[in-house]
């Protein structure tokens, strides 16, 4: 009898130890950001097309500029920051030496360790005959102690490429321009106008 009680305190002071140890594996930004690509999944919730579109580029505009400050904050030759580079460049349609250069001297000028994209808003802009799909958002930077920089209103141009897979009509994005001008300047005056 003694040994079949010292056998059950045994086996729940083990049960106690291991159930009080057990922690919960959180996935690290970095590990999502390592492990995602341009084609992510999205979820299975119905949003109409424009819904469906906004979400998707604040979600690349937000994966970009994570990529970026991760890029920065490496000494830029390394193996990792090899690959963090070319899946940059995947999230663009036509990328050159010049398509980061912009987006990574402002990033660099201020210091920037984290950045948050609000108010994200799609819009259509018209030059000459063609119609260009464009997002305009704030930027929030932080330091590398968690400070607010200064919140920033930017232009990305983007483009929806049709890639039918399997009788299914499926969209790739790409962006075409980032933290871009458009290209047509709006010449109406502010103000009050009689």
């Known amino acids: 009898m003694k040994r079949i009680n010292n056998f059950l305190i045994f086996t729940i002071l ?11 594996t959180e996935i690290s930004d970095l590990d999502k950001l390592r492990n995602s690509t341009n084609t992510s999944t999205y979820p299975a919730v119905q949003m109409d097309s424009a819904q469906a579109i906004n979400f998707i580029t604040k979600q690349k505009v937000q994966e970009l500029l994570d990529l970026s400050t991760l890029y920065l904050s490496g000494n830029r030759n390394t193996e990792i920051d090899t690959l963090i580079y070319s899946q940059m460049q995947s999230y ?8 980061f250069k912009k987006l990574f001297r402002e990033l660099d000028s201020l210091k920037v360790k984290n950045v948050k994209v609000n ?5 259509k802009d018209y030059y ?3 119609t260009l799909d464009y997002a305009k958002f704030n930027v929030e930077y932080f330091d590398d102690k968690n400070k607010s920089i200064g919140t920033f209103e930017k232009n990305a141009q983007y483009i929806l490429l049709s890639t039918p897979i399997k009788f299914k009509k499926e969209f790739k994005f790409y962006f075409l321009n980032f933290y871009s001008e458009s290209l047509k300047k709006d010449s ?7």
């Open 14 to 24: 083990l049960l106690a130890l291991f159930s009080c140890n057990k922690k919960k």
């Open 119 to 123: 108010n994200l808003q799609v819009y």
């Open 128 to 130: 000459k005959k063609d």
């Open 188 to 194: 109406t005056s502010v103000g009050v106008t009689k």
């Open 92 to 99: 663009f349609h036509k990328p050159d030496s010049l398509t």
